[in-house]
């Protein structure tokens, strides 16, 4: 992974979206760490600078509330993209949400002007 290039994590638990979600911002030029929970995430976060987190809420180990606390917390420098299926609009987080199933290419744009 180049260094010069903003590094994107990309956290999410279910295999077929993190896989395919990595090869779609990797052909259109990212940099993209992957961790399939919270407690991955972390690993790749003090192992990597990166510059933005595209995180899933809901997961197994790690997830939801309490993940949302961390990066709250500790994230703070990083811009932080949520995905999510389970979350309703009227939950308050203090990131951007956006809601399963989503278009890949409306989330690619987000990520490029967030790094701009």
């Not at 995180?55 to 509330?65: A, H, Q």
């Not at 949520?82 to 989330?107: C, M, N, Q, W």
Request: with cysteine; hydrophobic share 40%; net charge negative.
């Amino acid at each position: 992974m180049s260094t010069s290039q903003p590094a994107i994590l990309l956290v999410e638990d279910e295999d077929a979206i993190r896989l395919t979600l990595r090869d779609y911002l990797e052909k259109h030029g990212h940099n993209v760490l992957v961790a399939s929970d919270g407690v991955g995430a972390i690993k790749q976060l003090l192992d990597h600078r990166v510059d933005l987190i595209v995180t899933d809420y809901r997961m197994d180990i790690l997830g939801g509330d309490y993940w949302i606390k961390f990066l709250t917390k500790y994230c703070s420098k990083q811009t932080v993209i949520i995905t999510s299926g389970f979350l309703r609009p009227e939950v308050s987080i203090p990131f951007e949400v956006i809601y399963k199933p989503f278009d890949y290419a409306e989330l690619e744009q987000k990520i490029a002007s967030a790094l701009e």
